[in-house]
């Protein structure tokens, strides 16, 4: 077995792993990077990237089409193989070129499932790597059931890349996901698009009257949601998949996708021989971001047990972990102002304190709650479905949280994050000279 040893050695490619590799290179240290899968993570080549080419077209159809009648005479329709091409051409080489950009820089590429062997390295097939420093990087991967007949469900990678859009499809699961996908395959060919929930509260990260809308919205756009599910097993019948749900209910799809969330990618921890303490959360850090049981181990992006399974977070911990190596332990991360996005259509998005930890933190506050259809921004464009709650100080006049439903939402939602981080004040808000008539100007109607 051939033995290599570097300053640092970094396992898994993706978002985190980038700005760790990144700023270790730029620091003058040796590194070596590992990866199982094509270089570039979930983000970059299974996820939000390739998925916002999907939300895209799938945004253009229903913009056209809630115009019908009212400057727009015939609804376009999508060409799902043609979608599916222009999606491939972003990902085309983008591996490839990764791999390359880092050899140039002077780090080490190695291709293969990456296992601890002791407390300070790691084997890739017959390769055996040590550092004074391990970061694990390597992301999360799909949750998926044991059900009866579970390998007739798909993940949402495979929903990515399907040649052509089934006529019926379901979705297990009500998060991001489901609500994102079946918005997608409503717009683009299917005509049968169902959500199964577990429970009688889809899209729990978000405010419950902003999640209404989302229902009521998707239900409009002929997306069956079906509450207090949970299917048992799966079996095929022909062409067809049948599920059955708790109380014997039967749904039939062409397509099931299982999107019931995702676990951190623990498998570079089989055997325990790094010593590594973890649970099905993650890898346990401390304020850090370094293991709590073996000191030469960060954990950083969806694999730690800190932080939400987002990008932005992903970024700012590859970031903080160099910084932390570095200067021996000095950075830690505020978690409390990171937006939240579901690219559904409207999308939705929050950032900042919910009602209800509003008020367990005992802020005295006002909540400015509304709904946006009749606004000319939404009248122009079509759009029936849209709201907003703006949770704002009594004390301080400072914006404590924002959570809102509409188009642009996704974009309008960093402003606002921008004024909780900086302490703008919602007067300050209401009186700034906006480019007008955008969806920012709206902003001034949200804090009144």
């Known amino acids: 077995m051939n033995h290599h040893h570097f300053d640092a050695v970094v396992v898994g490619s993706g978002t985190a792993a980038w700005f760790a590799v990144d700023g270790l290179v730029k620091a003058g240290r040796e590194v070596a990077i590992v990866d199982e899968r094509p270089y570039g993570g979930t983000c970059a080549l299974r996820g939000c990237q390739p998925k916002k080419y999907l939300v895209a077209n799938a945004e253009a159809v229903a913009m056209a089409t809630q115009l019908l009648g009212n400057g727009i005479r015939t609804a376009p329709s999508s060409d799902w193989a043609a979608l599916q091409r222009l999606k491939n051409d972003f990902l085309e080489g983008r591996s490839d070129k990764e791999v390359k950009s880092w050899r140039r820089r002077g780090v080490a590429t190695f291709f293969g499932r990456a296992l601890f062997t002791g407390e300070d390295e790691v084997c890739v097939g017959e390769q055996r790597l040590s550092a004074d420093h391990i970061i694990l990087a390597t992301g999360a991967v799909p949750r998926r059931s044991d059900i009866p007949g579970a390998e007739l469900v798909h993940d949402s990678e495979y929903?990515?890349?399907?040649?052509?859009?089934?006529?019926?499809?379901?979705?297990?699961?009500?998060?991001?996901?489901?609500?994102?996908?079946?918005?997608?395959?409503?717009?683009?060919?299917?005509?049968?698009?169902?959500?199964?929930?577990?429970?009688?509260?889809?899209?729990?990260?978000?405010?419950?009257?902003?999640?209404?809308?989302?229902?009521?919205?998707?239900?409009?756009?002929?997306?069956?949601?079906?509450?207090?599910?949970?299917?048992?097993?799966?079996?095929?019948?022909?062409?067809?998949?049948?599920?059955?749900?708790?109380?014997?209910?039967?749904?039939?799809?062409?397509?099931?996708?299982?999107?019931?969330?995702?676990?951190?990618?623990?498998?570079?921890?089989?055997?325990?021989?790094?010593?590594?303490?973890?649970?099905?959360?993650?890898?346990?850090?401390?304020?850090?971001?370094?293991?709590?049981?073996?000191?030469?181990?960060?954990?950083?992006?969806?694999?730690?047990?800190?932080?939400?399974?987002?990008?932005?977070?992903?970024?700012?911990?590859?970031?903080?972990?160099?910084?932390?190596?570095?200067?021996?332990?000095?950075?830690?991360?505020?978690?409390?102002?990171?937006?939240?996005?579901?690219?559904?259509?409207?999308?939705?998005?929050?950032?900042?304190?919910?009602?209800?930890?509003?008020?367990?933190?005992?802020?005295?506050?006002?909540?400015?709650?509304?709904?946006?259809?009749?606004?000319?921004?939404?009248?122009?464009?079509?759009?029936?479905?849209?709201?907003?709650?703006?949770?704002?100080?009594?004390t301080t006049d400072e914006i404590l949280g924002a959570h809102l439903i509409r188009h642009n939402a996704s974009e309008v939602i960093n402003l606002f994050a921008l004024a909780i981080r900086y302490k703008i004040k919602a007067d300050a808000l209401k009186e700034c000279m906006w480019g007008y008539p955008t969806y920012s100007s709206d902003i001034k109607y949200m804090v009144k």
């Open 159 to 394: 929903f990515l890349d399907m040649a052509e859009m089934p006529s019926r499809v379901v979705f297990i699961g009500g998060g991001f996901i489901s609500f994102e996908f079946a918005h997608v395959a409503v717009r683009t060919g299917a005509v049968d698009v169902t959500i199964l929930h577990r429970s009688n509260r889809p899209l729990k990260q978000f405010d419950p009257d902003i999640v209404a809308e989302a229902v009521e919205a998707s239900r409009c756009a002929s997306i069956d949601i079906v509450l207090n599910e949970s299917v048992q097993r799966a079996e095929r019948d022909g062409s067809v998949i049948v599920m059955y749900g708790a109380e014997g209910d039967c749904y039939q799809a062409e397509l099931v996708i299982e999107a019931t969330g995702r676990l951190p990618n623990l498998s570079v921890l089989e055997g325990d021989f790094g010593g590594v303490e973890h649970s099905a959360a993650g890898v346990h850090v401390n304020e850090f971001l370094q293991s709590v049981s073996n000191a030469k181990v960060y954990a950083i992006g969806d694999c730690a047990a800190t932080g939400a399974m987002l990008a932005p977070v992903a970024d700012e911990q590859g970031k903080t972990v160099v910084h932390n190596i570095l200067e021996n332990n000095t950075r830690t991360i505020d978690y409390s102002v990171v937006p939240s996005c579901v690219f559904t259509i409207p999308s939705i998005a929050r950032v900042g304190l919910g009602e209800a930890e509003a008020a367990e933190q005992g802020y005295d506050f006002r909540v400015n709650f509304g709904r946006t259809a009749g606004w000319p921004s939404s009248r122009r464009i079509g759009e029936q479905h849209g709201a907003y709650k703006v949770l704002i100080s009594n």
